[in-house]
Structure formats: C-alpha cells, structure tokens
C-alpha cells in the first residue's frame, strides 16, 4: 500500500488535552484510528503471557489508560490497519521479556538475556533450558513457553511480509537482548526496540544507507526520549536518576526539571532544523523518507504527553529502569504519529514547504535531455535578443518551474506512475495536492513576471501562454476520454500548443526584454516553435527505439500518445483497433482483435490487451519508425534554415543555438 500523504491512519491530539496534563512539547501529538485493533492486539499477547508464561502482564504497564485509548495508538499512530495488530504484539512482546528478565537478580539476568535471544532465534530448535543457577532454577520449563509464544508472533510477522519481517525480528532480537545497565547508569533510548517496528508498522523498508541518512534525527529523538525519562521519573515524592543528579551537582529539583525542559525543547526545534535542512538539500530523498522523517517527530510530542499523563496518576519511580526502557520504547513508538501543528512563523514555512513539496521533488529529479534543452534556450536565443543577464536567470527559472508544473499534470493526466525512473510526484503527494502545488506554479509566475522591466507586457505573454498550454491539454484528454486518435496535424498541433507554449514563452518574454529596438527585432517564435517539435517528438521516438530510453525519458508511460503510433494509425488504418487498444486500454475478450502478431509475441493474448510487443511490431511493419525519423530530418532541416535565416537578418552569427542545435541531433545516430 503506497501513502499519498503523510498521514491517512491518525489523527491530531487536541491541544487542549495535551496540556491538561502539564505536557509541554512544541510539536502536534496523533492517535490512531485504530485503536481498537490495538486493544484487542495487547489483550491477546496479555492473556497467552498469563497463561504460558505464569507472570500477570497486568503488573507490567497499563497500556489502555481511563479513556481506553491503547498506549501503541500514539506509538504506532500511522500503523497500516493490517499491520497494526503485528506491530502491537511485537512490541509488547519486547516489553514482557524484559520485565520476565527483572524476575531475577543481577547476576542470574546475564544468562536470562542469553537464554531470551535464543528464545528468540527463528532458527533454534526446541530444547530445554541449559542455563544455569536462577534460570534454570527459577524459570523452569518457561523458555519452551516463551519459545513458543515467541513463535507465534514470529510467524504473524513473516505472513504479512516476509522479507521485511525477517529483517525486522533480527533486528528486534539484536537490539532486545542486551545485557541490562548497572544502576546508576544512563539508560540508553527506549525507542532502541521500536526504530525496526516502526518501519514495519508504516511498510516503509530503510536500507542501510537510509539509515545513515537519517541517523542524525534518529539521535536527537533518542536523546529527547532519554531526557523526557529523567524529567518525568520525579513526581517530588521520590528520589528517582533526576533526584540523585540534581543533589549531586547541588541544584534543586525543580531547577534540574526545567533545565531538563528546556533541553527537550531544544531538540525539538533541533529535529525541525534537521528536517528543514534535508527537505532543502536533498529533496528527492528526503520525499521518499518523508512519513519516517515526520513520525520520528511525533514520537517527541507524544512520549512527552503520555508521560504527563502517566505522571499525573502515579509515581513513575517505582519502575526500575529495565522496565520504563521497555515502557518508553513502547509511548516513544506511541509518539510515532503527529502533524507538526506549530506557531507564529513556523506555520507559514511549513505551509510554504508542504505548497511546493510535488514541485520541488520534481525539480530535483535528473533533468531529461529534452528538459536540459529547455533550460539551455533562453541562453541561445539570447545572443539575437541581448537581454540582461538577470532578465535571462529570471526568464530560465520562471520557464523551468512552468516546466515542472506541467509536468506533474501530465503525469497525472496520463496515469504516469514513473518520471525519470522514479516515482511521479502525485504517487507521493497525491493527485489533489500534487495538482495544487502545479497550480500555484502558474501562479507564482505570474508574480515572478512582475520583476522584469515590462510587466504588464510579460503578464500577457504568459496568459497568452497559458491560454495554449491548457487549449493543448484539453485537446489531448478530449481525446483520450473519447478513445479519439487523431491525425498527425491535429497531433502536431498539439504539440505546439503544449511543449511549443513553453519554448514561445521562452522567445517572446526575450523579445520584451529585448534591448534592440522593436522594429529591428527577429521573430523568435518560428524557430522555437520548430524546436519544441523536434524536442518532443524526439523523445517519442526513443521510446519505441530505445527501450532502456524509456526509463529515462521525460515519460513514465508507454500507453500515451506519441507521434510514431499517430504515424501508424493514420498510414495503416487497419491497425486502429489495435492502436486504441493499445492507448485507451479496451478490453474485449470476446472479439477477435484480428492481430498479425506471432502468438509468442502476444504475452497476455492481444484479443484482450495488446502488449507493447504486438505494437513494435505493428511499428516496424509499417514503416512508422522509420517515417518518424525522416519527419526527424525534416525538421531539424528546418530548424537550420530558419537559424540561417535569423544570422541573416541580423547579421549575426549564433554559436550557442549552434551547439543547441548539435545536441538535439544526440541519440538519433546517422
């Protein structure tokens, strides 16, 4: 299941309820929606405990608290649904260990711990305990209990997802069983367990790398988690780790406390400046690790807030540090899920980054060659116009970003799963956010018009731009909606219309700037036109003659239109029917397709679907791949005389639209 935003399965802890019990995080606290689910999931684990095991679970945490909201539920706030009961098990089950492991005394517990990883270990085989004094006076025959407890939820983990369950019992078991702290020791975070849960519970699997990459946030969450410990583990009434280091460096309580505040805040706003730094700098990573980024930050606030509340109805020192580890583990888990509901200026900054999140993602994808084209005109033509240079920076950013708006709509429009071989930004952002952000683009270009030195002029160009961008659109979805394919004119015209609005609004924004006089200006748009053509057909060519190109062409789907099927559909009318299968996806299992494929060709029968095989072949019989190439010469014939003509006009020679011109030929071979 892929998430469209950041959060679908929780939802925000009203503010009010969270300061009512003296919590005082910065950041928002969410529950999930599935807390019943949870319930059920602990009750479960709890009763098989009781019963296997021996031990009241019920002396360990009370994770449904007097609302009946299950403690996991903030943990594990954006756990899919059919995760969340695994996800729950498997962190309590973490929790129950290491309170059956405080049954012993320091020295007996080193080999509990020893005797629990093997427990633990989904490829050890039945067999009574081994271990020595307490153990296996005391434990008895409950390590083939807790085998057998531990298998369950084992075997839970792997039915719902294998491989990312594999991994994440091995890391649970490494990071579980440990040997316990000697007293006095800091403890390290409890969210040592959960880090693997959580990406289990959100199907999120972090390669080592990701790690790396988001270790940073992953320390300061650790270290917030740890102070929250120390702050709340004193009600004033006993001596907890707080008490005795506030007495050691001579501070009072209350002293240390808010020094301790003030500390957990801090790395509060130091998580929001690790996240607004990796959302600047690397944009397409921090995207695709965005639900992690931000639940990592919900696990401060709600671990805040569910120590407020616990602290508010009993004294948290009466638990020993093994046990508030495993306890924390599971509400730092618990914070796992929040919207960042922040004040002031920091709304508006989150506002901003969450407008232009789709856009920004795509501009931080490789450039297509036929993108990188773009970019580089404003530049070439620039050489007839002699616009300033900011004017040209200017004009180039207000291009490229439009470029970027389009092309999340297309992608859209089309079903496009995939640019430039990664996702499509309405993947990630989902359609309707993903639109929006598109539409703000226009608009801000508007407003980025306004700084050139005629902005009522530029405004009009780009309205009439827009005017065309969206004509040319309408067009080609009128045409898929009607499953219409068109004739190459009407194709070309679109063409024009669409990626030539942009190159138009290239050479007209220029000629506005211009600091040659009007009557001495050459008409840009011709050429631009002509290079928009070739540029976009192009592409659609290598597409179809390079497979691997598809991959990195600026199109992520192959059942769009292009000029080579418009080709055929036009000069072999007999292969319509093939053709719009092709492009509208008709499904007609009954009718015979009358396909002139080779059977082994067909993959899923073409009287049913007709694979991208059965075209290639329907291309290169009739001839469209080739006619596409010619059109290919023709144009970029005409792409030089009209260049030609232009250093005629203007007595000058234009080295840069040459180069320009060279690199279109790239890819196309002799």
Known sequence: MEFQTTWIHSTTVDEIEVRRFGAFTTLPVRISKYNDIANNATQKLSCSWDASVGMRSSNLVTLAGDSGVNLVAYALAEALPDRMATAVRLAQLGQLCEAFCDQFG??????VYEMLSRCLDPCSIASSCSCSGACSKESGGKQAQLRTLASEVFAELIQVDREHGMLVWDLFRRNFATEPMSFGCRKRSPFRTLWPILEFSIALRLSDTDRIFLQDI?????????????????????????????????????????????KIVALETRYLSLRA??????????????????????????YNYWRASSSSSAGSCSWSTTEWTRLDSRTSNNSLSSTQTFSGSYIDREGAATLTAPTTYISSLPPSPSVQILNQAPSALNTWTRASAPTVKCISSLVTSLQNATTILSDINADNSQRHNQRAAHTIFGASQATNSASYTFIQAMTDARTLSKPGLAIDILLDGFNRLYTGQS???????????????????????TTGSLYSLVAKLLQAESCV???????????????????RVKEEYLSFSNRESKLLGSSGNEHAFSYPIVRLANARPDSRAQVSKFLFGHKETNKDSHCQCPKEAKGDACGYDVSYSC?????????ALRATREFLRETET?????????EKLTGEMNPSIRFLIAELREGLGC
């Open 475 to 497: 067009r080609e979805l009128n045409w898929k909606f009607n499953a219409y394919v068109p004739s190459e004119a009407e194709y070309l015209s679109v063409i024009d219309e």
């Open 517 to 535: 006089p009007g009557r001495c200006q050459p008409d840009l748009v011709p050429l631009a036109t002509l290079l928009a053509r070739f540029v």
């Open 615 to 623: 075209l290639m072949i329907l291309l290169n019989d009739c001839g």
């Open 277 to 302: 730094e990796l959302y600047w700098k690397y944009p397409a990573e921090s995207m695709r690790l965005r639900r992690w980024i931000e639940a990592a930050g919900v696990v401060m606030a709600s």
């Open 638 to 646: 005409s792409i030089e005389k009209e260049m030609m003509h232009l």
């Open 218 to 262: 992953r320390n300061v969450v650790d270290e917030c988690l740890i102070l929250n410990d120390e702050y709340w583990n004193t009600n004033g009434t006993e001596m907890c780790q707080t008490d005795f280091g506030s007495r050691m460096r001579g501070l009072s309580i209350d002293t240390e406390r808010e020094c301790l505040r003030s």
């Open 106 to 111: 320091p020295q007996s517990r080193v080999e």
